[in-house]
């Protein structure tokens, strides 16, 4: 082997360096997890909360509008 090729990672990566399949799932979900995770933490803070109430307080309007024009136009 020439001196300026360094040796690829023991184990995790073959004679021409390319990672085991094993190597690249994990790495995959370690991704995921840490993403999956983030996202959970994400929810459960204050500024969270406060959108889901707001959001939800939204969507009860929009249905009470819409059953509003729908009797209207019933009516009508």
Same mark, same amino acid.
């Given at each position: 082997?020439?001196?300026?090729?360094?040796?690829?990672?023991?184990?995790?990566?073959?004679?021409?360096?390319? &990672?085991?399949?094993?190597?690249?799932?994990?790495?995959?979900?370690? +991704?995921?997890?840490? #993403?999956?995770?983030?996202? !959970?933490?994400?929810?459960?803070? &204050?500024?969270?909360?406060?959108?889901?109430?707001?959001?939800?307080? +939204?969507?009860?309007? #929009?249905?009470?509008?819409? !059953?509003?024009?729908?009797?209207?136009?019933?009516?009508?």
């Amino acid at each position: 082997m020439p001196d300026d090729i360094t040796p690829a990672p023991e184990g995790d990566y073959n004679d021409t360096g390319v &990672p085991s399949f094993d190597y690249v799932r994990d790495r995959i979900e370690g +991704r995921y997890a840490t #993403a999956l995770g983030s996202t !959970e933490l994400a929810g459960e803070t &204050p500024e969270a909360a406060a959108l889901e109430k707001k959001l939800a307080e +939204r969507d009860k309007a #929009a249905k009470s509008r819409l !059953e509003e024009i729908r009797r209207s136009l019933r009516d009508g």
